[in-house]
């Protein structure tokens, strides 16, 4: 889950403010209130009566920004010209950009790439499709698809505002394993007219990253288009998010000296992300899977609309455990939380066994914050940056399509998944891991190879696989 923490951080305010009405001082002490230090003053222009001044101020969060700019606009003589910051001037126009690979310099060469030679090219794909691998960037480009409908924490936001995070998603598969990677932001949130864009655009690409939306209806555009297309599709946010749970969790269990058969593990959310994370650990060995959400917990005894919480009910709670996440929590060895600030309480925690593992990855607030357990926990997780063992699902979305791709697999399987989570565990030695370190940094340059190595083995043993790599061809 990627965290919203942003660490100190400077910005820059232009301000033009009459100076026989209002001194500097009433503005360095606005600022200094909200939060803020003034770091480098530099005079723009001045002139009788007013004075324009680049301030140069940092804050620990961007949060005290915003508080900065509303002391500012309500002091009378005070106009705020401009705010500017390194991350407002990173994204002028866009983050990414498109380069071709072969320089043209002549008209040979404009010919080779264009017309009348590319004609042979094209007709080389009409006559054998599955060239297109070959020939053109569907061999190693993937689209990042959304519509907008839940980006990060902020919600519907729709497809404009979804743009700078899917270039953000394009720009880490890009620098993390070389696979070029395109936005997409689709300007509806009907899951029909999804489907189909996404089709039609599919013979353009090699895989299909499904990014920011919205439950329950992810969960059905991703079936479907698994269903209809012959390249990989994988929503990030439930699948990434549950690959890197899963890989905490087996450090996480090697530290308590517990068997994931024999856990109980209870789960606080049961939406994309709480599914995901669900499903895996069930495919990974745990019989003792509790789901809780706003009606408590998930029991087969009851019947839901939600056709996914009808499956999860009938899929978990094997001793049909009934109650609020305070009851059904007594007992439990591992807490996930992918619903909402200030769930879990420490009394909550107290009641569950012995050495208790709690992964809270609500986003920016968890379920509980480490401080508030910290003496009884064996191992915290969370989704922010800010404390350790960030479960990131920028650890796994790189490395596995970098594998998908390199072996062209037709899907991305559960095989396929349980495998890139026991790479990412695998980087950790015994000696490094501590309750403090179970997940590796996205930084660490073993991740995505370890990763591509063991989603390309377990694509060819489940026959996923359409092109075996040069290093496993016997």
Avoid at 286 to 294: A, C, Q, T, Y
Wanted: aromatic share 6%.
């Amino acid at each position: 889950m990627e965290s919203k923490s942003l660490g100190g951080k400077s910005f820059i305010l232009r301000l033009e403010f009459n100076t026989e009405t209002l001194t500097f001082g009433h503005v360095a002490a606005a600022i200094s209130e909200a939060g803020g230090d003034i770091i480098a003053i530099d005079v723009i222009q001045t002139g009788r009566g007013s004075s324009i001044r680049d301030l140069t101020v940092t804050v620990k969060d961007s949060v005290q920004i915003d508080l900065i700019t509303e002391k500012l606009k309500a002091l009378e003589g005070l106009r705020l010209v401009n705010i500017s910051d390194r991350t407002f001037l990173l994204h002028l126009g866009g983050k990414i950009e498109m380069k071709p690979k072969t320089p043209i310099h002549n008209r040979d060469d404009l010919s080779r790439v264009y017309t009348p030679d590319v004609a042979r090219v094209c007709m080389a794909i009409h006559e054998e499709p599955k060239k297109a691998f070959t020939l053109t960037i569907k061999r190693n480009t993937v689209a990042v698809v959304s519509d907008g409908s839940a980006v990060l924490g902020l919600g519907n936001i729709g497809s404009r505002a979804a743009m700078p995070v899917m270039e953000g998603k394009a720009m880490l598969f890009k620098q993390f394993a070389d696979v070029d990677a395109f936005p997409i932001c689709l300007d509806t949130q009907d899951t029909e007219q999804i489907i189909q864009t996404v089709k039609a655009i599919a013979p353009a690409f090699g895989g299909i990253n499904l990014e920011d939306i919205s439950a329950p209806r992810c969960f059905e555009i991703e079936e479907r288009l698994k269903q209809e297309l012959d390249i990989p599709v994988f929503h990030d946010d439930q699948h990434g998010t549950a690959v890197v749970l899963y890989a905490g969790l087996i450090s996480a269990l090697k530290i308590v000296g517990k068997s994931i058969q024999d856990v109980k593990v209870v789960v606080c959310g049961i939406g994309a992300a709480g599914m995901a994370c669900s499903k895996i650990l069930l495919s990974a060995g745990v019989r003792n899977l509790v789901g809780v959400d706003r009606d408590g917990a998930l029991v087969s005894t009851r019947t839901y609309d939600n056709p996914s919480w009808q499956w999860f009910a009938e899929n978990s709670n094997p001793n049909k455990e009934e109650g609020s996440l305070a009851v059904v929590i007594a007992g439990a060895d591992v807490f996930i939380g992918v619903s909402r600030a200030g769930l879990l309480k420490r009394e909550d925690v107290q009641r569950m066994a012995k050495d208790p593992i709690v992964f809270a990855m609500a986003n920016p607030v968890p379920e509980v914050l480490p401080e508030e357990v910290e003496d009884i926990v064996a191992v915290m997780a969370t989704g922010r940056s800010d404390y350790p063992n960030q479960i990131n699902n920028v650890l796994c979305f790189p490395g596995m399509f970098r594998g998908a791709l390199d072996c062209r697999a037709t899907v991305i399987n559960e095989e396929m998944k349980l495998a890139a989570a026991e790479a990412i565990a695998s980087v950790i030695s015994d000696d490094e891991r501590s309750k403090f370190y179970i997940i590796p940094s996205v930084f660490n340059s073993d991740i995505v190879k370890t990763i591509r190595d063991r989603v390309v083995e377990a694509a060819i043993r489940s026959k996923v696989a359409r092109r075996i790599p040069r290093e496993y061809r016997q």
